[in-house]
């Protein structure tokens, strides 16, 4: 009938249907991420690891933590590099070598028999090296029996011959974990040197005294 009207359904404009939507869901799927978080291991990855000026296996604190200590003369001189606690590499960091400080063997001497300290150079693949480095340690346990493990301390060097101490991973009897030491053996030695760092025995008197 002309001029009759008629009442239409009063439907949401689809802009204010959509919001209203959003709305709703949004708090949803927010509580669904809070609670799926929640439930996820934790992964905490150590602080980064200051970069030194350059590797030192004759630094005192390396010294230390190889078991040794150094002669008064070496003690007294100024150190090379910065033995910084060690801490995660650097992302920025690229490392292109690899310093070994171990403490294995005697060296002799006139002035008698010292401990020394080896320092041996590396490069190859890091990559390896790197994954192993990025292992978690194991929880410790009580029943280990005495690891005849040598001491270590790993430098990573980079181009410039600027240096950081990685953590090592370690097993349950706190050893180093064996992938770490599978990737530096799979390295080329390039260089090796000792040092003579603890007397250990002086020199005995001239026969016939």
Do not use: I, N
């Not at 978690?136 to 009580?142: A, I, K, R």
Request: charged residues 20%; proline residues 11%; hydrophobic residues 45%.
């Amino acid at each position: 009938m002309a001029g009759a009207q008629h009442d239409r359904p009063a439907y949401p404009e689809p802009g204010r249907w959509w919001a209203r939507g959003a709305r709703l869901v949004a708090p949803a799927l927010l509580l669904a991420a809070v609670a799926g978080c929640a439930g996820a291991p934790t992964v905490t990855r150590q602080p980064e690891a200051r970069v030194a000026v350059q590797a030192d296996c004759l630094d005192p604190q390396v010294v230390r933590e190889l078991g040794l200590v150094l002669d008064d003369a070496m003690a007294s001189a100024p150190a090379t590099g910065t033995a910084a606690t060690p801490g995660a590499v650097p992302e920025d960091f690229a490392p292109a070598s690899v310093l070994v400080c171990s403490a294995s063997g005697t060296l002799k001497s006139a002035s008698g028999t010292w401990a020394a300290v080896t320092e041996s150079r590396r490069e190859g693949d890091l990559a390896p090296l790197l994954a192993a480095l990025e292992r978690p340690s194991q929880e410790p346990s009580g029943a280990c029996e005495t690891s005849g493990a040598v001491p270590t301390v790993l430098w990573l060097v980079d181009a410039l011959g600027r240096a950081v101490r990685p953590v090592w991973p370690t097993d349950a009897c706190g050893a180093p974990v064996a992938d770490v030491l599978s990737a530096l053996d799979a390295l080329d030695e390039t260089d090796t040197t000792a040092f003579p760092v603890e007397r250990v025995a002086p020199t005995g008197p001239p026969s016939g005294r």
